[in-house]
């Protein structure tokens, strides 16, 4: 981010009374190629929410340097953190890293979808809400995925309300989840991989926190790293062991 753009950013959040601290957790995995035009484009989206925010990349056991690419732009932006984690997967990295967090909220963002306008709207049901759901099925939703990955979100959501009486529409992806909500829930949680943030949420429904959701606009930037034939099983598989958990 240019110097003029972090004076700009940091004189509007003095300017805001109290604004909220919210800390954005992207866990990333062999990124190396891709977070140099991602990570303008991402402090671009986040620069007029009103929030005091940092971004916490959680790189798990990237062997391409996504690593020391992290630190060096850590030079350039100075709400940019990184966590290292030794192990490949990206629930654990997302558990780790809403577990490090101290503001107020955390926010989970992929490198390769993210929304300040999300944000921003989100924490306007701060009052109302502790957590925050950008889902792809909610009325007003804008999904241009494919077709087979629109039915895989549906088809999964139909798992969650059959195997674990789930009243929301889709646990995957954006959301908003305030710190005492991830205090409380997440040490409960025994899901890694795909399923952490799915196990999370229905954990936080069940003891009865307040769930709101939001549309989401979701257009793919580049296709899909995780490959949706091989998922459905160990989808399954982790859906069955946290209803035999609960």
């Known amino acids: ?75 350039s932006h100075e709400r940019l ?18 577990l490090r967090a101290e503001s107020e909220w955390v926010v989970n963002f992929d490198i390769d979808y993210f929304s300040g306008q999300f944000l921003t709207d989100a ?25 087979a990955r629109r039915f895989a979100t549906w088809t999964f959501n139909q798992v969650l309300r059959f195997a674990l009486s789930s009243g929301v529409s889709d646990t995957h992806g954006m959301k908003l989840v305030r710190s005492t909500v991830v205090d409380d829930i997440a040490p409960q949680v025994i899901s890694t991989t795909d399923l952490f943030d799915t196990e999370l949420v229905v954990r936080a429904e069940r003891a009865g926190y307040r769930i709101a959701e939001l549309p989401a606009s979701v257009e793919e930037l580049r296709e899909s790293k995780s490959n949706l034939v091989r998922r459905v099983p160990r989808t399954l598989k982790g859906v069955w062991a946290i209803r035999r958990s609960l």
């Open 123 to 147: 924490l306007a049901l701060a009052d109302s809400a502790d957590i925050v759901l950008a889902s792809k099925r909610a009325e007003g939703a804008d999904d241009q995925r494919t077709a």
């Open 1 to 75: 981010m240019p110097k003029h753009a972090v004076d700009s950013y940091t004189s509007r959040l003095m300017a805001q009374p109290n604004p909220p601290t919210v800390t954005v957790v992207i866990p990333v995995h062999n990124e190396a190629s891709f977070l140099p035009d991602a990570f303008p484009r991402l402090f671009d989206e986040l620069a007029d929410v009103n929030a005091e925010i940092t971004v916490l990349v959680a790189e798990n056991g990237s062997t391409d340097g996504t690593a020391n690419l992290v630190r060096e732009a850590m030079a």
């Open 81 to 98: 953190d990184l966590l290292e984690l030794p192990t490949p997967d990206y629930g654990a990295a997302m558990r780790d890293g809403f």
